[in-house]
Nanobody, 115 residues
Framework: QVQLVESGGGLVQPGGSLRLSCAAS????????MGWYRQAPGKLRELVAH???????TYTDSVKGRFTISRDNAKNTVTLQMNSLKPEDTAVYYC?????????WGKGTLVTVSS
C-alpha cells in the first residue's frame, strides 16, 4: 500500500521560507515521478513542481526562482524548499507520485502565508 506523508507546513510571514517534505513508502520510489500540487480555497488543484525519476524538473511559472524541488532516492523522500513566500502561496500542498500510470496522493499539509 502506497503511503505519502507530508510534513513541514505551517504559518509564515510574507517573504519567509518553509521546507516541505514527503516521506514515501510502498512504491518503487526511484522509478516514480514525484511532484507537489497545491489547492487554495475555492480554486482547482494545480501542479507546483515535478521531478521525474531521471531528475528532470518543471515548475509552474508563479514559483520559478522561489521554490526548489529535490528528491533523495536513498531516503524515499521528496522535498519542496519554498522561499520568498507570498500570500497567494497559501494553500494545502499535496505530495504526488506516478508510476506506470498509477497515481497516488498524500493527505496534504497546510501552508498559510500571512502577516
Amino acid at each position: 500500500q502506497v503511503q505519502l506523508v507530508e510534513s513541514g507546513g505551517g504559518l509564515v510571514q510574507p517573504g519567509g521560507s518553509l521546507r516541505l517534505s514527503c516521506a514515501a513508502s510502498g512504491l518503487a520510489f526511484s522509478r516514480s515521478a514525484m511532484g507537489w500540487y497545491r489547492q487554495a480555497p475555492g480554486k482547482l488543484r494545480e501542479l507546483v513542481a515535478h521531478i521525474t525519476s531521471g531528475g528532470m524538473i518543471t515548475y509552474t511559472d508563479s514559483v520559478k526562482g522561489r521554490f526548489t524541488i529535490s528528491r533523495d532516492n536513498a531516503k524515499n523522500t521528496v522535498t519542496l524548499q519554498m522561499n520568498s513566500l507570498k500570500p497567494e502561496d497559501t494553500a494545502v500542498y499535496y505530495c504526488h507520485a506516478v508510476l506506470d500510470g498509477k497515481h497516488d496522493w498524500g493527505k496534504g499539509t497546510l501552508v498559510t502565508v500571512s502577516s
